[in-house]
Nanobody, 129 residues
Framework: VQLVESGGGSVQSGGSLRLSCTTR????????MGWFRQSPGKEREGVAT???????RYPESLKGRFTISQDNAKTTLYLEMVNIKPEDTAMYYC????????????????????????WGQGTQVTVSS
C-alpha cells in the first residue's frame, strides 16, 4: 500500500489549498485517517483526523481553517485549508490506520500507525506573507 500526497505548493497568506492523499493498493478498513505536518526544527504536529463514522477532530488552533474529508470511493483523503498563514508552512503527511482504533484522536493515530498503518511521503506547503 502506498499513500501519495499532492496539492502542495506556494501560496500567499490568506489563500487556500486543497491537499489530496490517494491510496495505491488495498486498505481493508480505513478506521482512522489524518493529516500531520512538520516544519524544520519542529516536532510533527497532527492537524486533523477522520474516523470510520465520519467524525472529525482538529486542534483548537486550526478549527475553522482546516477541513478533512474523503471521497465517496474512500480512496482519497483531502485536507482543505483556507485563510492560510505563514505558520502553516510545513511538509504535510497523510496517514491511514488499517486496524481498530478508537477514538480516532491525533495521539492515537500517531501511535497506531507504527502497528498497522501507513504514511504518505509528504507534500510541501509554503506560505508567503
Amino acid at each position: 500500500v502506498q499513500l501519495v500526497e499532492s496539492g502542495g505548493g506556494s501560496v500567499q497568506s490568506g489563500g487556500s489549498l486543497r491537499l489530496s492523499c490517494t491510496t495505491r493498493g488495498y486498505i481493508h478498513m480505513r478506521y482512522c485517517m489524518g493529516w500531520f505536518r512538520q516544519s524544520p526544527g519542529k516536532e510533527r504536529e497532527g492537524v486533523a483526523t477522520l474516523d470510520l463514522d465520519g467524525n472529525t477532530r482538529y486542534p483548537e488552533s486550526l478549527k475553522g481553517r482546516f477541513t478533512i474529508s474523503q471521497d465517496n470511493a474512500k480512496t482519497t483523503l483531502y485536507l482543505e485549508m483556507v485563510n492560510i498563514k505563514p505558520e502553516d508552512t510545513a511538509m504535510y503527511y497523510c496517514a491511514v490506520v488499517d486496524g481498530p482504533l478508537s477514538p480516532c484522536t491525533i495521539t492515537n493515530l500517531a501511535g497506531g500507525i507504527a502497528d498497522f498503518g501507513y504514511w504518505g511521503q509528504g507534500t510541501q506547503v509554503t506560505v508567503s506573507s
